[in-house]
């Protein structure tokens, strides 16, 4: 990978020729899983691979647009097609959901009518549910609930800006909106219509003293829509904020085995 990225990286210079077969041998990669635009580093954080999200950006240049209309499937005028390696890689798209080119889901992954951007990774068992949006590069992990409706946003450039994450576990409410590299932790609970961004105040009220979280949600942290009140020169206002109100528990876990049997290939749901 040493040399993909070089020669990526040397296509990115001020009038450079796009090595065309670089470019879309990262794009393959994305597809198949091989490559990833962010990646565990193996103590609790992230490493952001920039010269995988330039290869991205990359590959719309040299990509010409192509109209698609197979027999029974979606229609299409675009320089991406959909993904195709569904069943060689054991994932469950429900019509009319959508999973682009550049984007990988591990086996047993399940999208309803919802979509999927390129350059994203979805962990193994993961649940898009009905209208939910993977936005580009996000990166969601394993056992994950995405509920109805919930916006998970995209993120090109520039290429080092941190990607949505949602790791391990978490169970995302309806209509929840995640932005501008938010991060949440294993196991987490977002209550219904949570809003964040990076400047969204997340607070911990369980102790006597409030501790201020902005872009990340710990793990197994229960967090509800709140509000902070602020004062502006024409008065107090009420800005956004999500409350840490509790710790998910055994029985939060077992409200989110409910949805195992529509991850199950085997059962119709």
Known sequence: MQDLQARIEASTQPGAVLDEEAIRAVMEALDTGVLRVATPDGQGGWDVHAWVRSA?????????????APEGGLVSYDK??????????GVRVVPPGAVRYG???????????????LGAWVGAGTM??????????????RGVHLSGGVGIGGVLEPP???????????????RCILVEGVRVGAEA???????????TPIVDVRGEVEVVHKGYVPPRAVVVPGS??????????????????GE?????????????????FGVSA
Do not use: H
Request: glycine fraction near 8%; charged fraction near 20%; include cysteine.
């Open 56 to 68: 991205i950006l990359l590959y719309f240049r040299i990509q010409g647009m192509v109209y698609s």
């Open 80 to 89: 991406i097609p959909l993904k195709t390696r569904l069943v060689e890689q």
């Open 103 to 117: 984007a990988f889901l591990e086996a047993g992954c399940v999208v309803m009518p919802g979509y999927v951007n």
């Open 128 to 141: 898009v549910d009905t209208w939910a949006t993977v936005g580009s590069c996000a990166q969601i992990g």
């Open 160 to 174: 080092s800006a941190r990607p949505v994450i949602v790791e391990d576990g978490a169970f995302i409410g309806s």
């Open 189 to 199: 609970v977002l209550g219904a219509g949570v809003v964040l961004t990076a400047s």
């Open 228 to 245: 902070r009140v602020r004062r502006f020169p024409a008065g107090e206002y009420a800005l956004p904020a999500a409350l840490i109100i």
């Open 248 to 264: 998910r528990s055994e029985s939060t876990d077992k409200k989110t085995s409910l949805n195992a049997a529509l991850r199950d």
